[in-house]
């Protein structure tokens, strides 16, 4: 099933992108559908505070183990890398989150594009055997 959704860019927005990815319930497995709201809701939070205009999310269920979610904005871009955060700070992890919970992700390059994939039709495939 695919999904494509613009938002307004307003502090609504990541309440309504974890909406909008809550609606796939009946197409992805649990454990994936749980992790992908965790970071639609995430990366959607950084298009409203650092990005410009509309935010776009675009996702794509291959099957119920595996989906593909885009998040774009008309922000002027950021570098693929980790943001360094004291224990007292608020904030810096979502893209640590992003790292650690999909299977790949990037950034396309001079744009406010980010993208990342779960694949856990390997896992499934594995506990089956």
């Known amino acids: 099933m695919d999904l ?3 938002i307004a860019r ?3 927005a990541p309440a309504q992108a974890r909406h909008a ?3 796939l319930r009946d197409h992805l497995d649990r454990d994936v559908l749980t992790d992908t709201v965790l970071l639609v809701s995430e ?3 950084n298009s409203v505070k650092y990005g410009d205009g509309t935010i776009g999310l675009r996702i794509r269920t291959h099957a119920a183990r595996q989906v593909l979610v885009e998040v774009l904005d008309e922000g002027g871009g950021f570098e693929r ?3 360094r955060t004291s224990e007292l700070e608020v904030g810096g992890f979502g893209l640590r989150l992003v790292d650690r919970l999909a299977n790949t992700w990037g950034v396309r390059d001079g744009t406010a ?3 990342f994939e779960i694949d ?3 896992d499934f495939a594995a ?3």
């Open 81 to 83: 890398r980790f943001r």
């Open 43 to 45: 990366l959607v939070s």
């Open 127 to 129: 506990a089956a055997a």
């Open 120 to 122: 856990r039709s390997a």
């Open 113 to 115: 594009h980010i993208w």
């Open 10 to 12: 307003d502090l609504t």
């Open 4 to 6: 494509d959704l613009d």
């Open 21 to 23: 990815v809550e609606t």
